[in-house]
């Protein structure tokens, strides 16, 4: 069984190559397949796919180091690896004739889209789904989906919201992925025309959020952890790798770089640089600190086969805000330290800020809604603003 350090080291030892690969990466919109191979190679799209079908089966902590591990190398790269991995997880907790059909490759990439942006139509057996979901981050190399789907009574009525996993070939990808940062995740449109999805690989998301899954095999640590925790928690990792390749850019050149129209020779001695690297740094830690505490938690109630309480979950929602928030500032602070140079297009600084700020965007990673939700929680107040928690 391998270790977190020991996963974490293999993550390491392709940072060069991530490196190399980071402008390619960008300019195709898509990470390389040289990339995607090695990452399979080291088992990097395994750490949430169960030990009985050959995967790692990990729990909460590792995945967040590999992930902000990869992302010291690539950010794109970084944010393929986390939603493909939390997508295996996502589908682990279908019922086991699923986890069958879609572990069954060994090279399995399951991508997805939680918003229910579709249509389902109860026929024999199951369900007919069409739909389009924005926006599916590494749908180019994607073997399954799974998508959220609203579930409707005999009068059109929707009594459930439902995840639903579909095949490479029951569904096409339109390339609509052009943005600012995170560029080579390819997060485009999936598109579903009335399929037939039976019902084993249907799983209700109101259920998965108290921890009712359908799954039969909760032996193994991951397959107890909390449903949005996991899916919150995982967004921060590429944020803490990006801060902290920011950070390693800027403190590798200050003993060579001066501060134009001064008398520093070099940034490094300068007070005022010394407490801006500190600022940024100590943010850096934080954002690691608070994201270590919530999978500590995840990791430890799953241990004991509980499920969180609406505290702690809600707990978790700020704890990604709280990472994300510091990264992005932290990243802010080292691009006015480091200079205007930061913005050339040759330096991967401006990648990792534009990278960063895209992904912090995100609707599940948004520092005021986790606070709010958290906030809520703390005080008692019932009227929650969203069932994610």
Sequence with gaps: METTDELVERAEALLPLLREQAAKTEEDRRVPDEVIDALGAAGLFRLSVPKRYGGLGTDMRTMLEVSAKVAEGDGSTAWVVTLINVCNWLTSLFPAQAQEEVFADPQVKVSGVLTPSSSARRVEGGWRVSGRWFYNSGSWHATWAVLGVPLTDDSGEVVDQALVLVPRADFEIEDVWFVAGMRGTGSNCLIVGDV????????????????????????????????????????????????????????????????????????????????????????????????VRAASD?????????????????????????????????????????????????????????????????????????????GKALLGVDDQITPLI
């Design 196 to 291: 037939f999805v039976p019902e084993h690989r249907v799983l209700s998301v109101p259920s998965a959020i108290e921890g009712d899954y359908g799954t039969q095999h909760t032996d193994e640590l991951l397959y107890r952890a909390a449903f949005v925790p996991v899916l919150a928690l995982v967004l921060a990792a590429p944020q803490i790798g990006l801060g902290r390749a920011a950070l390693r850019y800027v403190t590798e050149r200050a003993g060579r770089k001066a501060i134009s129209y001064t008398f520093y020779e070099t940034q490094a001695e300068s007070t005022a640089f010394q407490l801006q690297i500190a600022e940024a740094a100590n943010r850096i830690d934080t954002a690691y600190l608070h994201a």
């Design 298 to 374: 995840i990791d430890s109630f799953a241990e004991r086969g509980e499920y969180p309480p609406t505290l702690l979950r809600a707990r978790v929602r700020s704890d990604t805000g709280v990472a994300v928030q510091n990264v992005v500032a932290a990243i802010q602070t080292l691009l006015d330290a480091h200079g205007a140079g930061s913005f050339a297009e040759v330096n991967p600084l401006q990648r990792i800020w534009r990278d960063a700020n895209v992904a912090a965007r995100h609707a599940v990673a948004v520092p005021q809604i986790g606070f709010e939700v958290y």
